[in-house]
């Protein structure tokens, strides 16, 4: 299996712009996850969903940031406008959630977004 | 609100010592706790996953316990390693929840 696969893995853009950061979940997981790591704050949860709708999205912290899930193997996370607070590693993880089961989360390699 | 922390923020040993990473967590009522490892510009890597009716894993040179009644875990790594030289994360799903609270990590760092 390829793992959770992130793009890109780098960006930089200017303040004011739009960031649109996409996710392919482990196939078979139905558990998605959007975390956003600082050295301040170290890794925060955002948003997540369960079979393709968003449960809890309280991370989520400011209207100017989106999350979709159109389909079990893809999802985004848009920034708009995108601001210098913004910059930080955004990691994509996934999980399989049989009852019964450890959900373990298993993270992509994250992608780093810088906002100048 | 579950809060994790995590001593030491930064640990520096020679190689072949073995060594012990503390967590903590604030609220006992967890489901599992998972340790993990991040390398430098890298994603995470799960380590160990222990439920909350264990406590203990095993996995090579290394031992997570757990003692959800003190809220504490910790990560013990035998025979230190060079390649060992990594962030570690501790993690804990709060019961009734699919998310995970994560400490801010411990920096580890072996020298050969």
């Known amino acids: 299996d390829a793992g959770v696969i992130q793009s890109p893995r780098h960006e930089v853009t200017e303040m004011g712009q739009e960031v649109t950061l996409r996710c392919k979940p482990i196939s078979g997981h139905n558990s998605l996850f959007w975390y956003r790591q600082t050295m301040m704050r170290g890794l925060e949860l955002l948003i997540y969903f369960n079979n393709n709708v968003p449960i809890d999205d309280s991370g989520m912290p400011e209207d100017r940031f989106s999350a979709k899930m159109p389909n079990a193997s893809f999802s985004t996370l848009k920034i708009q406008p995108s601001e210098p607070r913004d910059s930080a590693v955004y990691f994509c993880?996934?999980?399989?959630?049989?009852?019964?089961?450890?959900?373990?989360?298993?993270f992509g390699p994250g992608t780093r977004l810088t906002v100048t | 609100k579950q809060e994790v922390t995590q001593i030491p923020a930064a640990l520096s040993v020679p190689e072949g010592e073995n060594l012990v990473l503390n967590c903590s967590f604030t609220?006992?009522?967890?489901?599992?706790l998972q340790w993990f490892r991040q390398d430098p510009g890298k994603g995470l890597t799960s380590l160990l996953l222990i439920q909350s009716s264990q406590r203990e894993q095993t996995s090579g040179r290394l031992n997570a316990s757990l003692d959800k009644s003190s809220g504490r875990s910790t990560l013990y790594i035998a025979a230190s390693q060079p390649g060992d030289s990594a962030t570690y994360l501790c993690?804990?799903?709060?019961?009734?929840?699919?998310?995970?609270?994560f400490g801010k990590g411990t920096m580890l760092l072996v020298s050969p």
């Open positions: 993880a996934s999980s399989p959630a049989v009852a019964g089961g450890l959900y373990e989360q298993y």
């Open positions: 609220d006992s009522a967890i489901y599992n």
């Open positions: 993690a804990v799903r709060p019961q009734g929840y699919s998310t995970l609270t």
